[in-house]
């Protein structure tokens, strides 16, 4: 099982899983189908099936052209707002796509139809993979649109959280260095979140992906899944974990991250007016 991970619009994540053996392969969350089909003819694959996690059109717009361009593609989700929907799966459904089992895993909050897809084969060293959508981020969580913190906190614990700890979190966006930022706003002594942080910052000045994570790394630094601890319990003022998610939530909703400070050299250049010529209106 490979993972092409695709970056496509702002900063959404599209992924094409190819089954090695058979050269078909799988779409997670197929929101531009020109690139994806770029990918596929490059990779020599067939396309076989669409997971949608969700309907948002940053996640689901490319369904219908897919569809079009590709008779017989079978698109999976859990909620009829998703276009070209030929299955609609339910909790902890199971699909076979050769050697690659999919496990359905319903997360409801981003959306009312959130699914998330935990994927694996049989026999293989490799680690499973999970295609987490807007449920859960590297260092975050999606925002509660459509749910409950109730929803979201079952989601990360009794769901999400209890997928064994090697598992490789493959999210729907590139947001990492912002959601570190705040998780270190809640936890500024948290060593390990200040080294993922700079690792982080390093990737986005290179322009390389921060996915995947693991669970097991996402448990020391995503403020999400440590409400059970007590700087976030200091931090939020609350005991109860379904209201430190709550709170955490609100408190990110609402957070601006730090200001880099400006460079000097570019302040003197202003200063001296040697901008002066590029401002000017014409």
């Known amino acids: ?15 094409l899983v190819i089954e090695e053996t058979t050269r078909d392969a799988i779409a997670v969350d ?13 990779e020599d694959v067939v396309l076989r ?45 199971e699909l076979t796509f050769g050697a690659i089992r999919v496990r359905c895993l319903f997360t409801p909050c981003h959306t009312s139809g959130h699914m998330c897809y935990f994927m694996w084969e049989d026999g293989s060293p490799d680690a499973p993979a999970l295609f987490s959508g807007d ?10 649109f459509e749910g409950t913190a109730e929803q ?30 705040f998780a270190l706003k809640v936890e500024p002594e948290n ?5 993922k942080l700079a690792w982080a910052k390093q990737r986005d000045e290179e322009d390389l992906p921060t996915v995947p994570s693991t669970l097991q790394e ?9 409400v059970t601890e007590e700087p976030l319990q200091k931090f ?12 955490l939530r609100t408190e990110k909703d609402n957070f601006k991250k730090p200001k880099e400070r400006p460079n000097p050299q570019a302040m003197l250049a202003f200063d001296w007016g040697l901008f002066s010529p590029f401002l000017e209106k014409k």
């Open 1 to 15: 099982m490979k993972v092409k991970v695709i970056s496509v619009l702002e900063d959404n994540y599209m992924y």
């Open 30 to 42: 197929a929101a531009v189908p020109k690139r994806l089909l770029e990918i596929i003819r490059k």
């Open 49 to 93: 099936a669409v997971l949608t996690t969700h309907h948002h059109w940053d996640h689901a717009r490319g369904n219908e052209e897919l569809a079009r361009l590709c008779p017989g593609l079978r698109v999976y989700g859990a909620d009829e707002r998703i276009g070209a929907l030929t299955h609609k799966v339910t909790h902890d459904q």
């Open 135 to 144: 449920t859960l981020f590297v260092g975050g969580c999606g925002k509660f």
């Open 152 to 181: 979201m906190y079952t989601n990360l614990t009794q769901i999400l959280g209890a997928l064994p700890k090697e598992t490789k979190v493959f999210c729907g966006h590139e947001c990492t260095v912002r959601n570190l930022k």
């Open 191 to 195: 060593e390990i979140v200040k080294k």
């Open 218 to 226: 996402e448990f020391l630094y995503n403020p999400f899944l440590r």
């Open 236 to 247: 939020t003022g609350k005991t109860d974990p379904v209201e430190v998610l709550r709170t």
